[in-house]
């Protein structure tokens, strides 16, 4: 029985790097979307299972995490998923505005409420928040990106305070830059390789110098 890692939220660019990632490290991973088998970027990468998922559906995503522990003890849980649609805060729907928190925000709690629980008995594991700028400051024209990620920064430190004492770890990744989306862009733009080498690096961290928050950006970005 091999250990697992779950990544919700998995797309083309970054999700698909963590699948990669965390496959590589020796876990079968969970790859989980709302349309998980149109994801192309997972054909080649070993170990992997696609579930779909909508984060937001309690039932799914602890349907989700129940299949995960069938397979292994859950070891890694990784919760990527988010949107937002800009626009001025006189113009956003507020249909929208609760879609895009409750996709960001109460799916990240979710996640990591049920990660939690299948963690807690065995007294280990690593949960994972991705982050954005917009954890950090709120700009013009992002309010349906800035509430759910100012939230979901929060929970993640909650949750770290709440579980670091009973060997989880908990973090939260500020993407601090645009993602690069293909192998001949610059590296003004931040590769989703090196992202989730990070993530690697930080569910590798020994107890006793655990890491909260974590910021990444390209060298070009200012801060």
């Given at each position: 029985m091999s250990n697992t890692a779950v990544v919700v939220g998995v797309g083309p660019g970054l999700g698909a790097a963590l699948v990669d990632a965390f496959s590589q490290e020796g876990y079968t991973v969970l790859a989980a979307a709302r349309k998980a088998a149109k994801v192309g970027a997972l054909h080649d990468v070993p170990r992997v299972v696609r579930v779909d998922c909508d984060a937001t559906q309690p039932s799914q995503v602890d349907a989700l995490f129940e299949r995960a522990a069938s397979i292994g003890p859950v070891r890694v849980a990784i919760f990527n998923a988010g949107t937002y649609q800009r626009g001025t805060v006189v113009d956003t729907d507020p249909v929208e505005f609760e879609r895009c928190w409750r996709v960001g925000a109460f799916g990240g709690f979710l996640v990591?409420?049920?990660?939690?629980?299948?963690?807690?008995?065995?007294?280990?594991?690593?949960?994972?928040?991705?982050?954005?700028?917009?954890?950090?400051?709120?700009?013009?024209?992002?309010?349906?990106?800035?509430?759910?990620?100012?939230?979901?920064?929060?929970?993640?430190?909650?949750?770290?305070?709440?579980?670091?004492?009973?060997?989880?770890?908990?973090?939260?990744?500020?993407?601090?830059?645009?993602i690069r989306g293909s192998e001949g862009e610059a590296d003004a733009y931040l590769d989703p390789r090196n992202i989730a080498a990070a993530y690697v690096g930080l569910h590798r961290q020994h107890r006793n110098a655990w890491t909260q928050e974590l910021d990444l950006r390209p060298w070009s970005e200012k801060f």
């Amino acid at each position: 029985m091999s250990n697992t890692a779950v990544v919700v939220g998995v797309g083309p660019g970054l999700g698909a790097a963590l699948v990669d990632a965390f496959s590589q490290e020796g876990y079968t991973v969970l790859a989980a979307a709302r349309k998980a088998a149109k994801v192309g970027a997972l054909h080649d990468v070993p170990r992997v299972v696609r579930v779909d998922c909508d984060a937001t559906q309690p039932s799914q995503v602890d349907a989700l995490f129940e299949r995960a522990a069938s397979i292994g003890p859950v070891r890694v849980a990784i919760f990527n998923a988010g949107t937002y649609q800009r626009g001025t805060v006189v113009d956003t729907d507020p249909v929208e505005f609760e879609r895009c928190w409750r996709v960001g925000a109460f799916g990240g709690f979710l996640v990591g409420r049920a990660a939690a629980r299948h963690m807690l008995p065995a007294g280990q594991g690593t949960i994972l928040f991705t982050g954005a700028t917009a954890s950090l400051r709120g700009g013009a024209g992002f309010v349906n990106l800035a509430s759910p990620k100012f939230a979901l920064r929060a929970v993640a430190q909650s949750m770290a305070r709440e579980l670091g004492p009973q060997g989880i770890h908990v973090a939260h990744v500020v993407i601090d830059g645009q993602i690069r989306g293909s192998e001949g862009e610059a590296d003004a733009y931040l590769d989703p390789r090196n992202i989730a080498a990070a993530y690697v690096g930080l569910h590798r961290q020994h107890r006793n110098a655990w890491t909260q928050e974590l910021d990444l950006r390209p060298w070009s970005e200012k801060f």
